[in-house]
Nanobody, 115 residues
Framework: QVQLVESGGGLVQPGGSLRLSCAAS????????MAWFRQVPGNQRERVAR???????NYADSVKGRFTISRDNAKNTVYLQMNSLKPEDTALYYC?????????WGQGTQVTVSS
């Protein structure tokens, strides 16, 4: 059974940085897409960043230039480096993997940006 486990969330002041990690446990092959989403209570889940097996990436306009997604295929892990954080980045962040036509989700890690 595949599980995704996120880590790295927490409380940070505006302008600060955090690095999120998401690792897959269990047997999972041919991960084509790794991505980060976020959700604020009462709002829809929003895709923040996505990275393909080729290394190609794309980002939500709201985080371009501030967030960087990367992946370590050997470790089945995806990262999200978040810089210049703003209060509006406060949300529950989820990772998701797409592999062999199945999609897996983590449980989420809370990021709070506040002074």
């Amino acid at each position: 059974q595949v599980q995704l486990v996120e880590s790295g969330g927490g409380l940070v002041q505006p302008g600060g940085s955090l690095r999120l990690s998401c690792a897959a446990s269990g047997s999972i092959l041919s991960i084509s897409i790794m991505a980060w989403f976020r959700q604020v209570p009462g709002n829809q889940r929003e895709r923040v960043a996505r990275i393909y097996s080729t290394g190609a990436t794309n980002y939500a306009d709201s985080v371009k230039g501030r967030f960087t997604i990367s992946r370590d295929n050997a470790k089945n892990t995806v990262y999200l480096q978040m810089n210049s954080l703003k209060p509006e980045d406060t949300a529950l962040y989820y990772c998701t993997f797409v592999a062999q036509d199945r999609q897996y989700w983590g449980q989420g890690t809370q990021v709070t940006v506040s002074s």
